[in-house]
């Protein structure tokens, strides 16, 4: 599931805190980035539509049905597919190149990728 980044918004205040009602997203995102109620209805009616929330009555509720986690693991598959070609060795070839890396850091990617195997 592709969320874009208005919608990564409103999933941010659920996964921050759930449930919450359209009215309360409308207040936080107001204050957070000055958002007016209409847009916010908007973004929450296509995270409902894309299956990312689910509204719950009385009351106009929301929860999320999509976990940080699985938005995360989607954004990412979705960059390497685009940019590196659905390479995971170019992806990290290229953020090693450009960011760099402890060796504490690096051991422990190691291990997680020793346990990733071993699953």
Known sequence: M?????????????????PKSAKEIVDIL????????????????????????ERE????????????DEAAQSETEQL???MFGGSSELFFSSFLKNQGISEEDAARLAKMIRDSNES
């Open 2 to 18: 592709k969320l874009f980044d208005s919608e990564l918004k409103v999933m941010e205040v659920l996964w921050e805190q759930e």
């Open 30 to 53: 107001s204050k957070r980035i000055g958002w007016n109620k209409n847009t916010t209805y908007t973004v929450i009616k296509k995270c409902i539509e894309k299956g990312a929330i």
């Open 57 to 68: 009555e009385p009351g106009f509720v929301c929860r999320a049905l999509v976990s940080r």
């Open 80 to 82: 390497i597919d685009k």
